[in-house]
Each structure stands twice: as structure tokens, then as C-alpha cells.
């Protein structure tokens, strides 16, 4: 069984910065890769940024420069640097991982459980 975890989540001012992480645990073989999607009220889920696990990165247009998504390989963990934070920002931000197990070597795609990042004044 895999499981992915999220910290960083909260309540920061407009412009502000914070960052996500989320760990992958449990019965890996590899991980093709990592991500963070978000849900805002009455909106549905969309991308923000992905990462595979040669390195390339896709972001969402309305958080490209602002926006920086990385990977601790060894750690299984993926980071989400959000930088210039606007009230439209706000969400809660999901983790995603399409990770191959070590036991039946099938690819899934895992979700988080979400955390919620408020940008408010």
C-alpha cells in the first residue's frame, strides 16, 4: 500500500510565499511522477505543476514564474514553492503521484489527502 502526505498548508498574506511538500510512503518500486493540483469553492480540480521523474515540469499558466515545483528523489517527496501569492490562489492543494508498487508492479495514480492554503488579508 502507498501513501502520500501533505504539510505546509495555511493561511498566508497576498503577496506572500509558502511551501508545500508531500511524501510518498509504503511499497514503491519507482514513480513516474509527482504533482499538485487544487480545487477552489464551486471551481473544478485543475493542474498546477508536475514534475516526471526525468526532471520535466509543466505548469499552469496562471502560476508560471510565481510557482516552482521540485522532487527529493531519495526522499520520495515532492515540493511546491509558491512565491507572490494572490487571493486567487486559494484553494485546497491535492498531491499526486503515479507511483509502480513493489509488490504487484502496478502503476497507480495516488491523491492526497489536500491541505488547504487561504491567501487573505
Known amino acids: 500500500q502507498v501513501q502520500l502526505e501533505e504539510f505546509g498548508g495555511g493561511l498566508v498574506q497576498p503577496g506572500g510565499s509558502l511551501r508545500l511538500s508531500c511524501a510518498a510512503s509504503g511499497s514503491i518500486f519507482s514513480i513516474y511522477g509527482m504533482g499538485w493540483y487544487r480545487q477552489a469553492p464551486g471551481k473544478e480540480r485543475e493542474l498546477v505543476a508536475v514534475?516526471?521523474?526525468?526532471?520535466?515540469?509543466n505548469y499552469a499558466d496562471s502560476v508560471k514564474g510565481r510557482f516552482t515545483v521540485s522532487t527529493d528523489n531519495v526522499k520520495n517527496t515532492v515540493y511546491l514553492q509558491m512565491n507572490s501569492l494572490k487571493p486567487e490562489d486559494t484553494a485546497v492543494y491535492y498531491c499526486?503521484?503515479?507511483?509502480?508498487?513493489?509488490?504487484?508492479?502496478?502503476?497507480?495514480?495516488?491523491w492526497g489527502q489536500g491541505t488547504q492554503v487561504t491567501v487573505s488579508s
Open positions: 499526486n503521484a503515479d507511483i509502480v508498487g513493489a509488490t504487484n508492479r502496478r502503476r497507480v495514480t495516488y
Open positions: 514534475i516526471s521523474s526525468s526532471g520535466r515540469t
